[in-house]
């Protein structure tokens, strides 16, 4: 098979950082004619509404205030209509503020024990420390958890108020609380007055150098780890060689670390929401060492970070720039072998894709299709969802179309607020208050090597994908023909996590239902990052695996975390027992690229540093 031959994209004008300017501007295009490309001017529509949100968006940090004040409004109103709803609210804050008052008319006597009214959740680490146990701090926390409890029960269970409103009023309210936790501020936190008189208030001038360094390097946006884990010496370290580069991708090729490997080659399609090397961390927590260790030969997709140039770059381009000139490169290297693909989280999503697309026109290329967190039904797919509706993908299209991309900060800061007690709120107390810096890792490091998504990519995958669940409901159209996961019959390995925040476990279980395939689905322990970075030397991993046949009956989620065995553990292992046991014998590696690749750079190649 010919290597698909690669056109660059035409470009675009950087879209101006003056909104007045942009007003002026009309936007060129670029239309094919029979003979050749001819330039059109056409002015953009709604130029003024798109100036005019992308300015907004600059005071709401991206979101649109006209989603909050409808869910807002659709929550108040059926409130207001609710005479009985309100009263039971009303109850509850009335017996709970009583038995309150009883614990702290109690709370210095010997027989009174902490949390006597309310617990902390599991999950929850705010209050975990001992000292939280004392009176007056026990008490101060437990009010707390009973007006957080209580602000949950007002805004959830409201009739009449649709289940995306509720979210968004239940989200916003849970942010504006965590935010006057008890454990962030120096005065109310015991752990932090215990620390200041043991230092002498040393840990406040500590927390300010923090807080200074923190300021600092975000000014001269350096990112947290720079020093200690730099691309290509402490982290993406796998020896490889860029044997492929088009304007959208360099394609690695790692070297063997093994005498001979299986024959069949692995691709691994990243998501181009970060960088490629969440997958080639450290050498101690790098799953492409691993595979090479255990006898594979890895192939890995490095995207390249889009600019204002790149605002047209479809969602289509990631598949064919991306997918399929992958693939076409693999398939001549190891000719007529099989390909195991291998798809984290968006990349995922575009790898099922591509899978289908395949199998509707009869290439068979690929060995086996393996799902990282990855999503094929938008319907529940997280708090993730908040973000969008027709309103906020609006709002986030005009912010788009005024940059030619999506930013880097706001798509951090959307999935910070998902977790913000983990990443926001307990890193002020301790490196803050506490003036106890963290210790950057290498995850760390990768998370905060953030990359920009271009306009028309961003902007499709919301609509099609999320608004209105295209792949799920069969109206997906690749090249004018729509696609269908039921054509995929090959084998599938699925893994979810069990606290992912962005790709919950039990949307990424629906794949059970949509392909006609033997599917392995593993449950692992930790999130989306954290629980697919389990190698097997870490402690405290563990997972559920079981396998339906193509022709075996559905077992839904709650059935499934039943009936799955558990194991302690990494789940690195038990996939590579699954791939070996679809795998050939093995054999010599092959050659490293084809033709001449001397002017391509070593892994991990020059787009990972853009």
Not at 43 to 58: K, N, Q
């Amino acid at each position: 098979m010919n290597v698909v031959q690669i056109l660059p994209l035409p470009e675009q004008p950087a879209a101006s950082i003056d909104p007045v300017v942009d007003v002026a501007r009309s936007v060129t295009k670029i239309e094919p004619s029979a003979e050749k490309l001819a330039v059109t001017l056409e002015p953009e529509p709604y130029l003024l509404d798109r100036t005019f949100h992308a300015l907004l968006a600059r005071f709401t940090g991206g979101v649109s205030p006209t989603a909050l004040l409808l869910a807002w409004l659709d929550w108040s109103c059926h409130l207001a209509g609710a005479p009985q709803r309100r009263m039971e609210i009303a109850e509850s804050a009335v017996r709970d503020t009583g038995r309150l008052l009883e614990a702290a008319a109690h709370a210095t006597s010997p027989v009174q024990k902490p949390w006597s009214v309310i617990r902390p959740e599991g999950r929850d680490r705010r209050f975990r420390a001992p000292q939280w146990e004392t009176p007056p701090f026990n008490i101060l926390a437990q009010a707390f958890l009973l007006g957080e409890r209580w602000w949950h029960d007002a805004t959830t269970g409201v009739r009449g108020v649709s289940r995306a409103n509720e979210a968004i009023v239940e989200f916003s309210v849970r942010q504006m609380l965590d935010m006057l936790a008890p454990s962030n501020f120096a005065m109310t936190n015991p752990q932090v007055l215990e620390k200041a008189f043991q230092s002498g208030g040393e840990n406040f001038v500590f927390g300010g150098q923090n807080w200074c360094g923190d300021l600092m390097r975000m000014l001269s946006a350096a990112k947290p780890g720079d020093e200690q884990f730099v691309v290509g010496k402490t982290v993406a370290v796998s020896p490889g060689k860029v044997i492929y580069r088009n304007e959208l991708i360099e394609l690695i090729q790692y070297h063997p670390t093994t005498t001979q490997v299986r024959p069949e080659p692995i691709l691994i399609v990243p998501a181009w929401i970060m960088k490629y090397y969440i997958l080639d961390l450290s050498p101690q927590n790098s799953l492409v060492k691993y595979l090479t260790d255990q006898g594979f030969t890895v192939f890995a997709i490095s995207w390249r970070n889009p600019d204002a140039r790149d605002r047209d770059v479809a969602f289509d381009d990631y598949r064919k720039l991306g997918v399929v000139a992958a693939l076409d490169v693999i398939a001549r290297i190891v000719p007529a072998q099989k390909i195991h693909a291998l798809g984290y989280c968006l990349g995922g999503t575009l790898l099922s894709i591509a899978a289908a697309a395949m199998a509707r026109d009869g290439d068979d290329r690929l060995g086996t299709v393996n799902l990282l967190a990855a999503q094929t039904d938008f319907t529940e797919a997280g708090e993730l969802t908040l973000f969008i509706n027709e309103s906020q993908v609006a709002f986030l299209e005009d912010v788009m179309w005024q940059r030619g991309y999506l930013d880097t900060a706001q798509m951090a800061g959307a999935f910070a607020l998902l977790r913000s007690n983990d990443l926001i709120w307990s890193r002020l107390s301790h490196d803050y208050l506490m003036g106890e810096a963290s210790a950057p890792n290498d995850l760390m490091a990768w998370n905060a090597d953030a990359t920009r998504l271009p306009y028309r990519m961003h902007s499709e995958y919301l609509r099609k994908l999320f608004l209105n669940n295209d792949l799920a409901e069969g109206r997906y159209r690749v090249e004018g023909r729509n696609i269908s996961l039921s054509d995929i019959h090959i084998p599938m390995f699925v893994v979810g996590t069990l606290t992912d925040h962005v790709a919950p476990w039990r949307s990424v279980h629906k794949l059970h239902y949509q392909v006609d395939a033997d599917l392995t689905f593993l449950l692992t322990s930790g999130g989306h990052n954290a629980g697919v970075v389990a190698p097997p030397n870490e402690a405290g991993h563990s997972y559920q695996v079981m396998t339906k046949a193509a022709d075996a009956p559905y077992v839904g989620p709650d059935e499934w975390l039943k009936l799955a065995p558990h194991v302690e553990g990494s789940w690195w292992p038990e996939w590579t027992r699954w791939l070996i046991s679809k795998s050939g014998e093995p054999c010599d590696p092959p050659p490293i690229g084809l033709g001449d690749i001397d002017g391509l750079p070593d892994a991990p190649g020059d787009y990972v540093r853009t």
